[in-house]
């Protein structure tokens, strides 16, 4: 039966809905503040946003955005290609290029149909897609579409890039390589100085994308291709507004002049309405202000530090070095909802991820830091994994 | 180039800690309808594959490939 394929998620569904535990779609009532609201009737410090600087909340983005609607209304009701360019689409671009320091950057609607639309069409029938095994699912998707031939890499291992780039010969001048500068669900930092070498020695085009990096890593916050000085060798980045910059929307930056073309072709770019203006408005504050206030960086990493030193210190088991994705990684899912449920109860709301959506078969509870937090709240959250321990809920020695 | 035969046996023995119902190992043995395999598991086997023969085994012919069989059979296709 075609509903055949769907029994198992709504057995875990139902599963779910008998111990009475919402960890997918858990509704968030109210906002307090960038890092507090009301989620399911509690009150709670929010550590599962992504808001990484706290901009969703910022007054001056809430009065751009306003001010935006006033000026040009709800929507764009069209396409870029059709009736949906407006003068804010385009500054943003030039902000965006401006900010990467290139010429050329196209937004799009969501940062998943940026990276779905950019990898979906950049290779094509005949070209090569050498992507890290860990990537994002929008990236899975993009590159299923483009008739390419497809080559996973081990996650993070760039000994196993260079194999397959030497595998390929001379095919790697019609090669894109697709890396992300964090990995969403552990937190772990690419190591694209070792990727760019790679690809310098043996060619092709490499696509970094920043979504949890941009506006988090590098002296100007462009992300970690900027940490680790390899921007020169980065032909596209991609990323989203969704995060740091704390509004919806992606886009991609290019040094290639191509990328003009390369836009008419992009179907999630041409298919589907445009950004609204007030979301524009508050993404282009956002971006001036991630480069205005570099202390906020500085701010969110020493909450980072401070959280992933804290869940350290208890045993648990986190990703591999700090960063402002902290996940807490556990062996058995009933425990996972058991440990969400209860720091849920002691006012800290968390991600859980199961598999397939984390890169083993782990699960997680999967932490994410903001600036906004004080240190107060951070150690709020270390506290309620230590209720998880005194409960007995996770014994260290079991963690996966 | 390795032949089909030297994938197959390399795949059967590279399938052993992976075939926890303990099933037998043909060319018709189903990765997953048979043996189970995960996504994340048929991957770990992939690479297995690839690292051992020096290879790169495209991720587009997984679609067309349910059986030990014919997964050896792609793999030789792809590198005659």
Known sequence: MLFDKFQEMADFQAELAGKDVKPFGAVTEELISATEG????????????????????????????????????????????????????QALEAEMADFYGVDHAICFSTGYSATMGMTATLAGPGDVILLDGDSHSSIYS????????????????????????????????????????????????????????????????????????????????????????IENDVDFFAG??????GGIGGFCT???????????????????????????????????????EPELRDRLWDNAGRLFKGLTDLGLMLGPSVSPVVAVQLADRAQAIDCWQALLNAGVYVNMVVPPATPSTNFLLRNSVSAAHS?????????AYASLLDGGLINPDQAA | MADYREYLEFMYGALGPLNKKDVE?????????DIGLSSLEVMEFIEKIEDHFDIS????????????????????????
Not at chain 1, 272 to 284: D, E, F, G, M
């Open chain 1, 375 to 383: 240190t107060e709240q951070i150690d709020q959250i270390i506290g």
């Open chain 1, 254 to 292: 290019s040094r290639h002049p191509e990328l003009e073309a390369i836009r008419f072709c992009i179907r999630p770019y041409i298919f589907t309405a445009s950004l609204t203006p007030s979301v524009v408005a508050s993404t282009r504050e956002a971006l001036r202000i991630v480069r205005a």
């Open chain 1, 38 to 89: 009301i989620v399911q009737g509690k009150q709670v410090i929010l550590a599962g946003t992504n808001n990484y600087l706290g901009l969703s909340y910022d007054s001056r983005c809430i009065e751009a955005s306003r001010a935006a609607v006033d000026k040009w209304g709800t929507g764009t009701t069209g396409s870029r290609l059709a009736n949906g360019s407006f003068a804010e689409h």
């Open chain 1, 240 to 245: 989203t507004f969704s995060k740091s910059l």
């Open chain 2, 25 to 33: 190992l043909t060319e018709t043995t189903d990765l997953v309808a």
């Open chain 2, 57 to 80: 085994i495209p991720l587009n012919i997984l679609p067309d490939v349910n059986t030990i069989g014919e997964l050896a059979q792609k793999v030789q296709e792809l590198n005659p």
């Open chain 1, 142 to 229: 993009g590159v299923k579409l483009s008739g390419a031939e497809i080559i996973r890499f081990k996650h993070n291992d760039p000994e196993d890039l260079a194999k397959r780039l030497r595998r390929l010969g001379d095919r790697t001048a019609n090669t894109l390589i697709i890396a992300e500068g964090i990995y969403s669900m552990l937190g772990d930092v690419a190591p694209l100085k070792e990727v760019a070498a790679i690809k310098r020695e043996y060619g092709g085009y490499l696509m970094v994308d920043e979504a949890h990096s941009m506006g988090v890593m590098g002296e100007s916050g462009r992300g970690a291709a900027q940490a680790a000085g």
